[in-house]
């Protein structure tokens, strides 16, 4: 079983930062791209930011600039510091890894359980 745990959610005013951490655990063999998406209220998840066990990084034209993600893979661990922050940030924020479980499982997507941030003007 895979797990997702994100932390470092809350409540900031606008201009101001927040770091997310996500880790997975659990049955893991190996982990392939690390992201975050986000869903603000009555509004669809949008991609804010990807990472690839290379470091190869693809952000959301909104977020360009004040997001950075990193991860640490020794850790399968998947960071973002957010920078900046304006109140249409707000949203529940997803953690999401592209992993195998196993040497014979196929690659699939995990998400964990969301973070909120509420960006107050």
């Known amino acids: 079983q895979v797990q997702l745990v994100e932390s470092g959610g809350g409540l900031v005013q606008a201009g101001g930062s927040l770091r997310l951490s996500c880790a997975a655990s659990?049955?893991?063999?190996?982990?392939?791209?690390m992201g975050w998406y986000r869903q603000a209220p009555g509004k669809q998840r949008e991609l804010v930011a990807t990472i690839t066990t290379g470091a190869n990084t693809n952000y959301a034209d909104s977020v360009k600039g004040r997001f950075t993600i990193s991860r640490d893979n020794a850790k399968n661990t998947v960071y973002l510091q957010m920078n900046g922050l304006k109140p249409e940030d707000t949203a529940v924020y997803y953690c999401?890894?592209?992993?195998?479980?196993?040497?014979?499982?196929?690659?699939?997507?995990?998400w964990g359980q969301g973070t909120e941030v509420t960006v107050s003007s």
């Open positions: 659990g049955s893991i063999f190996r982990v392939n791209a």
């Open positions: 999401n890894a592209v992993l195998r479980s196993t040497v014979v499982s196929p690659y699939r997507d995990y």
